[in-house]
């Protein structure tokens, strides 16, 4: 080995004198004695390519010496080889699968160890057979099938087999009990990445599991990741300059943000908020009202966390189409964090004629003779009950409904509570005799009634006494007469209004009674074992009865914007037929559209990033659901904005160039060549800033987090979940899909 010259390395003195000392014990202190001479005369320098060879030369040695160790310890008989590894398998399965309490964990392991009926397993041929399982079931207190399919995985697993326990669920019997929630589909199957599984894991995904985070986490200061930046811009332009010091980044981002229209107003931030089970727990608008901390609050970004533009060799002046006009580093501060927004798209007033007030039996007349904005003159209005209304005024209809106020004759004053009492069989209103509890949301509890007048099971809304939910429900009240008086609601898969009156301080709605909503029936499905309800055929019915459901509300000009397995209630199970629910989030499309739509899971690319929306969100939320319906998951798993937006990433693509830098809140998301931030709670660091996380997405696909080979199926949540909403269909479209023919499955349409 030569010692050449050239530039020196850091370290390598320290190198060689490694190899001095290996060859001083090694006995061969001639070489180690040449190497310590001509490091004397001149500097030691590293060759190209040494530490590379030196690496693989000292694996090598570790790798022979472990075989070395291994030959030199005792040998073991083949029956304890055969306890170590059942036992190996044992623990490790039970650790990860069975999900028990640490207590009943160790009480397991030490009955194994110390029960006398251990030994009894036929270990000598290395075969498990009917008796052993039974004798362990019972050691173990679980005396049932999924016991001996456990064993029986254990058994598969220790002989080496290529079979896995990650197979389809059989009624009544679990497959892999690590999964209790994946198995929700008769075709689906979770996978676990391991020795035991490599065989049937897809090569090009990332993922570890079906429980992976879909990101990886680079943890950086602010000032490294402002260097790191200037350096990749730096090629862009000859006369590029430095990067500006931290605190200058900052003000200069403060003065940016606030230049920003909407950007420090509430409705600018980014709606956010989930539980610890990934699953929102009240929708975004109820928790503006309530300050439940659903809202993200707006970070004081810097210019350098998004310029909107996702590749870092053209990046044009936003807004100016111009992509391939590069910029120097020190102009990237000064980008906007999005490009314009144009509202005249959004909101296009119309002028009208004046026209006089008519009584309720000229509604229709009057809707016609007058349209606000983009009014249809096919729609109905309820009637309002009142000789004024509707009136036309500067080109605006005011329209009415009444809400009737039942009370107690002869009594005044506050309740003494503010929630309603819930009692079984009581009266509410001297109508509707309480029959069950059915349970409570963020503003509203629920209860199963007999009405007392029709002789119907009705299902009663008891809203919260909060000024804020009241007016929210108001808003829902008169979209669902609405939507109530322009078509059949059965036909059209939307919920059914009966009642609606004010009593005792809290605002009542009564709708139609129906059953589980497709959340809590999907998760008792797959914890009861019993047979997986959600086939393809039975996803092709509701996927097609929730986009007539679309169809009929979009026609009508509205956006449901809040549309969750939570929201999708089954009217009968055997039958397989859901109506969509809740429309307090719901909007018309020519209004002045809030940020705060759309539970974090089910949220569109669209609304994220800060862009106009319309009624496309709503089929990007169907596609989240069916995805999750198929296969027990949540499809993009979160528990932040950002960490929704990585697995989107990972799983769809990158996001369309015109979308970033249009995007408004681009700039609290990504930085200017495209990765994810997000910023770590704590004071910042006095010489290199903030704290910052950086969340690099893990490369799989749609096709590999269903893992099913149907390609209708397949295409059907692809084209539902296109990253582009002008590439979304829209639910007349998508209505028209392959997918939705009838005729394809037995339990299908």
């Not at 202190?29 to 030691?44: D, G, H, L, Y």
């Not at 392991?109 to 004798?135: C, E, H, M, N, T």
């Amino acid at each position: 080995m030569t010692v050449l010259s050239g530039v020196a390395m850091q370290g390598s003195t320290a190198i060689f004198e490694l190899m001095v000392n290996f060859l001083d014990r090694c006995n061969f202190q001639a070489a180690a004695q040449a190497i310590k001479t001509q490091c004397s005369e001149q500097e030691p320098v590293l060759e190209a390519g040494l530490l590379t060879s030196f690496r693989e030369h000292v694996d090598g040695c570790a790798m022979l010496l472990a075989e070395l160790e291994a030959a030199a310890r005792p040998q073991v008989t083949l029956r304890e080889a055969a306890v170590q590894q059942l036992l190996d398998n044992l623990l490790r399965s039970i650790t990860s699968g069975q999900s028990l309490s640490d207590e009943r964990l160790l009480t397991c392991i030490d009955g194994a160890l110390k029960s006398d009926v251990f030994p009894q397993l036929a270990l000598s041929d290395i075969v498990l057979d009917r008796k052993s399982l039974d004798i362990t079931a019972e050691l173990f207190g679980t005396n049932d099938r999924n016991t001996c399919r456990f064993w029986e995985g254990i058994q598969k697993e220790f002989q080496g087999t290529a079979e896995t326990m990650a197979g389809p669920r059989e009624a009544g019997a679990g497959v892999e009990p690590a999964e209790p929630e994946a198995s929700c589909s008769s075709s689906y199957k979770p996978k676990r990445r391991g020795a035991e599984t490599h065989e049937i894991w897809d090569i090009d995904d990332e993922y570890h599991d079906d429980d992976d985070p879909g990101y990886r986490i680079r943890e950086i200061y602010e000032a490294e990741l402002l260097a790191e930046l200037a350096h990749k811009m730096q090629p862009l332009s000859p006369t590029a300059t430095t990067a500006a010091p931290v605190a200058d980044e900052l003000a200069l981002a403060a003065a940016e943000l606030g230049a920003v229209p909407g950007t420090g107003s509430e409705e600018s931030k980014p709606a956010d908020g989930l539980d610890g089970g990934g699953r929102e727990t009240q929708r975004a608008t109820e928790v503006l009202s309530s300050n439940a901390g659903d809202t993200e609050p707006a970070r004081s970004s810097s210019p350098t966390f998004g310029g909107g533009a996702p590749e870092t060799e053209k990046i044009g002046a936003v807004g100016t189409g111009d992509v391939d006009k590069p910029i120097a580093a020190a102009e990237l501060g000064s980008l906007p964090p999005g490009g314009p927004v144009n509202d005249t798209a959004l909101v296009q007033q119309d002028t009208f004629k004046h026209v006089p007030s008519v009584a309720s039996s000229q509604v229709a007349a009057s809707a016609e003779a007058g349209k606000p904005r983009q009014q249809r003159m096919d729609v109905k209005y309820a009637a309002s009950g009142d000789r004024f209304y509707p009136v036309e005024l500067n080109g605006v209809i005011y329209d009415s409904f009444n809400l009737r106020m039942v009370f107690e004759r002869d009594k005044t004053g506050f309740e003494e509570s503010k929630e309603l009492p819930i009692r079984t069989d009581s009266v509410v209103a001297a109508r509707y005799q309480i029959v069950e509890y059915l349970g409570s949301a963020a503003f509203s509890r629920a209860v199963q009634c007999l009405d007392l007048d029709s002789n119907k099971m009705v299902c009663m809304k008891i809203i919260k006494n909060d000024k804020d939910f009241f007016d929210q429900s108001l808003d829902e009240i008169k979209l669902l007469k609405y939507i109530n008086v322009n078509g059949d609601v059965d036909e059209n898969c939307v919920l059914r209004l009966y009642d609606h009156f004010y009593h005792k301080e809290h605002l009542i709605i009564v709708t139609e009674l129906l059953r589980d909503n497709l959340y809590e029936f999907s998760k008792y499905n797959r914890e009861s074992g019993e047979q997986p309800y959600f086939s393809i055929g039975r996803l092709q019915k509701i996927s097609k009865q929730i986009l007539t459901a679309l169809q009929y509300t979009h026609s009508l000009r509205l956006i449901h914007c809040d549309l969750k397995p939570e929201n999708i209630l089954f009217k009968s199970y055997s039958r397989c037929e859901v109506k969509v629910i809740d429309f307090g989030s719901s909007c018309f499309v020519d209004d002045h559209l809030s940020s705060y739509v759309q539970s974090r899971s089910y949220r569109a690319p669209e609304v994220m990033l800060g862009l106009p929306y319309d009624q496309k969100i709503d089929l990007w939320s169907l596609g989240c659901i069916i995805a999750e319906l198929w296969t027990g998951y949540v499809l993009f798993q979160n528990d932040s904005v950002q960490s929704l937006l990585a697995r989107v990433l990972g799983i769809l693509g990158t996001f369309p160039y015109h979308l970033m830098t249009k995007g408004k809140y681009v700039p609290q998301y990504f930085t200017q060549d495209g990765q994810l931030y997000q910023e770590i709670e704590g004071p910042p660091c006095p010489e290199r800033g903030r704290r910052l996380h950086l969340l690099v997405p893990k490369k799989t696909s749609l096709r590999q987090r269903l893992r099913t080979d149907n390609e209708a199926f397949l295409d059907f949540l692809e084209q539902l979940l296109q990253l582009d909403p002008t590439k979304r269909p829209t639910a007349a479209e998508a209505l028209r899909h392959p997918f939705l023919q009838p005729g394809q499955y037995p339990d299908g349409l």
